[in-house]
């Protein structure tokens, strides 16, 4: 054989070594948060009327995002927010879980942030969070005003 | 030559007519002889299948071809010693490329796992998750 095809069968080993150290070099381990969502209860009636979408954001060592279902079909707020359920591959450091509710104008008027919880891989870390009222400092009077100037 | 075998006929007593004739036709075939190369004994006697074994018949053309590949002495050609004209480079430079692309394809597959299911009535986001 010439010396062409021994360094293509060479090169053929070294490629085969490339991609298979590519894709088994590591398998990948999951760690799993479960977040409990809330809005404040105190939160008035007429205040949750004004609530037209929520979203669900991690921070730190991972980010993430997602739409929570807070407003039900009759455009109400509901009851209880579902329970999320997050994972990341990876494996160290803290993640961060933010409570978002935005009123019609898709803006923000309630938050919440969860504490620092650390990545446990192959963990379950039960964590929570609770949407309180933000004080916009509009000079928005309180509802029982009636808001009329 | 005559003039020997005039004097080899002075020196010997005089013999018949047709026995002087006769010696003077064996000298000329021998003259014949020594002045033609004698043929191969396989060339001469060519064989046929039927009564020729196997070997004897290889042991015939075998050497023959061999004997014109030792003799041929003209240089390959430069078409001849390029090996992009050889037909099994192309083949294995094909199995070569093809089976890298294909182990390459398989082992570039993602390697993680899917995450764990997602339990009913929860939102389930992150890594490995659809």
């Known amino acids: ?149 | 030559m005559s003039t020997q075998m005039v004097s080899a006929r002075a020196d010997e007593p005089a013999k018949p007519e047709a026995e002087a004739a006769a010696a003077d036709e064996t000298a000329t075939e021998a003259a014949a002889a020594e002045e033609t190369p004698a043929l191969p004994t396989e060339i001469a006697t060519p064989a046929t299948d039927d009564e020729t074994p196997t070997g004897l018949r290889r042991s015939l053309i075998a050497p023959t071809a061999q004997a014109d590949a030792e003799n041929s002495d003209e240089p390959e050609s430069e078409e001849d010693s390029n090996i992009f004209t050889k037909w099994w480079f192309w083949t294995a430079a094909a199995v070569v490329v093809g089976g890298t692309i294909a182990v390459g394809v398989l082992a570039s597959q993602p390697g993680e796992k899917q995450a764990r299911g997602c339990m009913p009535g929860y939102l389930c986001f992150g890594d490995g998750r659809e």
Not at chain 1, 26 to 37: H, K, V
Not at chain 1, 53 to 82: M, R
Request: net charge negative.
């Open chain 1, 1 to 149: 054989m010439s010396s062409i095809l021994k360094k293509s069968v060479l090169g053929f080993a070294a490629a085969l070594a490339l991609f298979g150290g590519m894709g088994c070099g590591e398998e990948t381990t999951y760690s799993y948060f479960t977040i409990r969502l809330s809005l404040d209860p105190t939160l008035e009636p007429e205040f949750l009327n004004r609530v037209s979408a929520c979203a669900l954001e991690v921070t730190g060592s991972d980010e993430a995002q997602i739409t929570v279902p807070c407003v039900g079909s009759n455009g109400k707020v509901v009851p209880s927010l579902p329970p999320a359920d997050y994972s990341t591959s990876e494996t160290t450091g803290q993640l961060q879980f933010i409570l978002k509710v935005l009123d019609l104008n898709q803006k923000l008027i309630a938050e919440g942030k969860s504490p620092r919880y650390g990545i446990v891989p192959n963990g379950q870390t039960a964590a929570s969070v609770e949407a309180k009222k933000i004080d916009t400092g509009t000079g928005m009077k309180p509802a029982g005003d009636g808001g009329a100037r």
